[in-house]
């Protein structure tokens, strides 16, 4: 009964699979979350395969209802919620596109998913994570989100401006400062991830992080304790510039 509960959105394959996986070695019960239920039971039955108590969730993080239904079913099982991973995203961006060439759509999509999707998913999921005694939100964003680093031509990201998704980031680092002053004095905190570049569907095959690396920073965040950072932008335990 003691057990913590993590729900991580996206948890069906990279980055977020290998979080739920080092999640539940840690013995936290790990919801893996996954807009097709499928795909999620699929990952359920490899990571009960190690040992670890991981069970499927369907959840769309564009889809409100998904997400109600999600938080229904959780608040139902469990009466609370430990961590909340958000980590669902895409990168849509045409990469032979100019800044100013992408088009409106595409911008739409990425906000809709990568932002909208992750304020919904912890506007629905708060109250829930209020009930523990140390609710933990980890965002995961990305040192593309680094208005400070895509602003310095002698910076690593300068020269990849795969502008909505990286805008995507902007919002979603500045937000996590937004609502981790609603939260200090409370039992809740909320912290933004860069995992670094990580080989998976979306960091592709030039990534240089294998996805074992890559979770890390992930899991850290959503295990710190209560002298632990809130509203903190990290990667493998050291601030980035915003
Ligand atoms: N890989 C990197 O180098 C890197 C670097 C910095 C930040 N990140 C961030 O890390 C997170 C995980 O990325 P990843 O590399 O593991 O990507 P990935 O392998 O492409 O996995 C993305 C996950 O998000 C899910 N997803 C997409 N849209 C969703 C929606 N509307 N509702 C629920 N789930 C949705 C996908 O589900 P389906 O399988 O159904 O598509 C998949 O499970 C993302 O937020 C990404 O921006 C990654």
């Known amino acids: 009964m003691n057990r913590k509960i993590a729900l991580i959105t996206g948890a069906n394959k990279g980055i977020g699979l290998e979080m739920a996986r080092q999640l539940g070695q840690e013995n936290i019960t790990v919801l893996v979350g996954a807009r097709d239920l499928a795909k999620g039971k699929e990952a359920v039955k490899t990571l009960r395969g190690e040992g670890i108590d991981a069970r499927p969730i369907e959840?769309?993080?564009t889809k409100g209802e998904s997400i109600r239904k999600a938080a229904k079913d959780v608040e139902r099982e469990f009466g609370r919620l430990d961590i909340l991973i958000n980590n669902a995203g895409v990168l849509l961006d045409d990469q032979?596109?100019?800044?100013s060439e992408q088009p409106l759509e595409t911008w739409r999509r990425t906000f809709d998913t990568n932002f909208f999707g992750l304020i919904e998913t912890t506007q629905t999921f708060l109250p829930l994570l209020k009930k523990s005694d140390a609710g933990r939100i980890v965002n995961l964003s990305s040192i593309l989100g680094s208005i400070t680093l895509h602003s310095d031509p002698g910076s690593p990201i300068y020269?990849?401006?795969?502008?909505s998704y990286n805008v995507s980031k902007s919002a979603v680092n500045a937000y996590t400062v937004q609502l981790a002053y609603e939260l200090k004095g409370t039992n809740v905190k909320v912290n933004a991830a860069h995992p670094g570049w990580v080989k998976t569907d979306l960091g592709g095959e030039g990534a240089q992080m294998e996805v074992t690396d890559g979770a890390k920073t992930g899991v850290a965040l959503a295990t710190i304790g209560e002298d632990g950072p809130n509203g903190a932008y990290i990667h493998e335990?050291?601030?980035l510039p915003w």
């Open 96 to 99: 032979k596109r100019k800044v």
């Open 59 to 61: 959840i769309d993080v």
């Open 159 to 163: 020269d990849f401006k795969a502008a």
């Open 237 to 239: 335990g050291k601030p």
